[in-house]
C-alpha cells in the first residue's frame, strides 16, 4: 500500500504544470550558473597565469635588491569549487605586495575594478538552491494535507483505512522523489560541463561538490517538511501557503541578516578608520625614534673625528664607510620590523574581534536553515570568511622568509646594487624562496550545520505526524 501511494503521488505531481515550470525553471537557471561561473573561472586561472608570469619576468630584470620590495607580489590562485559556491571569492583582494616596508594588504577585489557586479552580486549554484528552489519547494508542498482535504480526496482516501502515519509518510515520499529530479538532473549536466570544459577537479574536490549536493539535498528536505507541517497545521491550502511564505521570507531572508546585525551591535569592531589611525601613530613615533637615534649618531662620529686634518677625516670615513653603513641600516631594519610586528599585533587583535563577533552572528543566524545551508556550502567551496585568513596567513608567513632573504643577500642596505657603475646586472635569485599557499590549513568543518538541518526536516515530520493523526478530514 505504501508504495502504491508513493506512486500515485509521484505521477500525480510528475503530470502537474508546477513540476514542469519547476523543471524548466532550475534546469535553466542551474546550468547558466554553471555555465557563467566556468567562464568566470577560467578567466580568473588565467589572469593568474598573466599576473605571476609578469611578476617572475619582473623579477628576473631586477638588478638592484631594493628593486625586488616594489616587484613582488603573491597572487591568489582561483579555487575550482567557487563555480558552485562564490562565497566571498568576489569580495576579498586578489594580491598583495610583499615588502619589508609594507603591511600585508589585499588589493583589488573583483567587485572593486567591476563594482557594477557588486550592485545584483553573483548568482551561483548555492544561491539558487537556497533562495530559488526552496521558495518552489513551499510550492510543492503547501497543498499536500489541505489540499486534498479541499478537493475531499483526503477524506476518501481514509475512509479505506488507510493508516494515516503510512498516508502522510507516502506523500512525503512521493514528494521528494519529484523535488530531487530539478536538481539532480542539472547537476548531472554541470558534472559533464566541466568535464567538456577541462575544469581542473581534483578528487577531493569532487567529494566536496558530492557533499555539497548531500547538502543541498537535505535543505530541500528540511523545506519539503516543513511545508507538509503547515500544510497540517490549515484546513484551506490558501491559508497554508500564506502563513509558508510568511515563514520562509523570515528564515531565508531576515533571520540571517538579523543575527549578524544584533552580533554587530553587541560586540564592537574598531573602523578601518581607526586601525589605520593606531598603524599612522605608532610608524610616526618609530620612524621620529629612529632619526633622533640616526641624529645622535651622526653627531657622535662627527665628535669622533675633531682635531682631525682633512686628509686624517677622509682616510677615517673611507674606514668606517662599511661598518656605518651596516649600522645605519641594521636600525633602519629594526625600525621596519618594529612597525611590521605592531601591524601585524593590531591586526591579529582586530581578527580575534571580528572572529567573536562572527562567532555570535554565525550563532545567531543558525537558527535559520538557509544560513546554516551557506554557511556550509561555503566552507565545502573553501570560499568562507576564513578565504581571507589564509590566505592573509600564509602571506604574512612568505613576508618573513622573504624579508629574511633579502637581509642575508644584502646586509649592507637595499640600495645595494650587483655589477659595475656602467652597467647593473641581473640579481641572481635562484634560492628566492617560492610562495605556496600553507595546505595545512583547511575550512573548519564544523558539524552544527549538519546537525540544524537535520533537526529542521525530522522535527517537522515528527511534528507533521502528530498533527495529522489530529487532523480533521471533514
Not at 409 to 415: A, E, F, I, L
Amino acid at each position: 500500500m505504501f508504495f502504491l501511494l508513493v506512486e500515485k503521488e509521484l505521477k500525480n505531481l510528475l503530470l502537474s504544470p508546477k513540476f514542469v515550470a519547476t523543471f524548466g525553471a532550475c534546469t535553466v537557471l542551474i546550468l547558466t550558473s554553471i555555465f557563467a561561473g566556468i567562464v568566470e573561472y577560467r578567466n580568473s586561472s588565467a589572469q593568474y597565469s598573466a599576473a605571476t608570469a609578469l611578476v617572475g619576468q619582473e623579477l628576473s630584470e631586477a638588478t638592484s635588491w631594493g628593486q625586488l620590495g616594489n616587484r613582488q607580489r603573491v597572487y591568489r590562485k582561483p579555487e575550482a569549487m567557487q563555480i558552485f559556491a562564490s562565497g566571498i571569492h568576489f569580495d576579498i583582494g586578489r594580491f598583495s605586495v610583499i615588502s619589508s616596508w609594507q603591511d600585508v594588504r589585499l588589493q583589488q577585489s573583483a567587485y572593486s575594478i567591476e563594482p557594477i557586479f557588486a550592485v545584483f552580486r553573483a548568482i551561483d549554484f548555492v544561491f539558487i538552491v537556497q533562495v530559488v528552489l526552496s521558495l518552489l519547494t513551499i510550492v510543492f508542498a503547501y497543498d499536500l494535507i489541505s489540499g486534498e482535504k479541499e478537493s475531499g480526496t483526503l477524506r476518501l482516501m481514509l475512509a479505506n483505512a488507510v493508516p494515516r502515519t503510512q498516508y502522510i509518510a507516502a506523500k512525503i515520499a512521493g514528494a521528494w522523489l519529484g523535488l530531487m529530479i530539478p536538481l539532480i538532473i542539472p547537476m548531472l549536466i554541470g558534472v559533464l560541463l566541466l568535464m567538456v570544459f577541462n575544469i581542473p577537479f581534483a578528487g577531493d574536490d569532487w567529494l566536496r561538490l558530492g557533499k555539497l549536493t548531500g547538502y543541498s539535498m537535505l535543505y530541500l528536505t528540511a523545506f519539503l517538511c516543513l511545508g507538509v507541517l503547515f500544510s497540517t497545521l490549515t484546513h484551506r491550502s490558501a491559508m497554508s501557503f500564506l502563513t509558508l511564505l510568511v515563514f520562509w521570507i523570515a528564515m531565508v531572508l531576515v533571520v540571517p541578516r538579523g543575527g549578524m546585525m544584533i552580533a554587530s551591535q553587541l560586540v564592537q569592531v574598531p573602523s578601518a578608520s581607526e586601525i589605520e589611525s593606531r598603524k599612522d601613530g605608532f610608524a610616526r613615533e618609530r620612524r621620529s625614534a629612529f632619526f633622533e637615534e640616526l641624529s645622535e649618531s651622526f653627531q657622535s662620529r662627527a665628535r669622533a673625528k675633531e682635531g682631525m686634518s682633512e686628509a686624517e677625516r677622509k682616510q677615517y670615513d673611507a674606514d668606517h664607510e662599511w661598518d656605518w653603513m651596516v649600522e645605519d641600516d641594521d636600525r633602519q631594519s629594526r625600525m621596519d620590523n618594529d612597525i611590521a610586528e605592531y601591524n601585524r599585533k593590531v591586526d591579529e587583535d582586530l581578527n580575534n574581534v571580528r572572529a567573536v563577533q562572527q562567532s555570535l552572528g554565525f550563532s545567531l543566524s543558525r537558527f535559520s536553515p538557509a544560513s546554516a545551508y551557506q554557511l556550509a556550502a561555503m566552507r565545502l567551496g573553501r570560499t568562507d570568511l576564513g578565504l581571507k585568513r589564509r590566505f592573509t596567513e600564509s602571506l604574512y608567513a612568505y613576508r618573513t622568509a622573504f624579508t629574511a632573504y633579502i637581509g642575508q643577500k644584502n646586509p649592507g642596505g637595499m640600495t645595494m646594487r650587483i655589477g659595475g657603475n656602467e652597467k647593473a646586472e641581473p640579481l641572481d635569485l635562484s634560492d628566492l624562496p617560492q610562495y605556496s599557499p600553507d595546505a595545512t590549513i583547511q575550512s573548519e568543518q564544523s558539524p552544527a550545520d549538519l546537525i540544524i538541518l537535520t533537526l529542521y526536516a525530522f522535527g517537522a515530520v515528527a511534528l507533521a505526524l502528530v498533527a495529522f493523526n489530529r487532523y480533521d478530514v471533514r
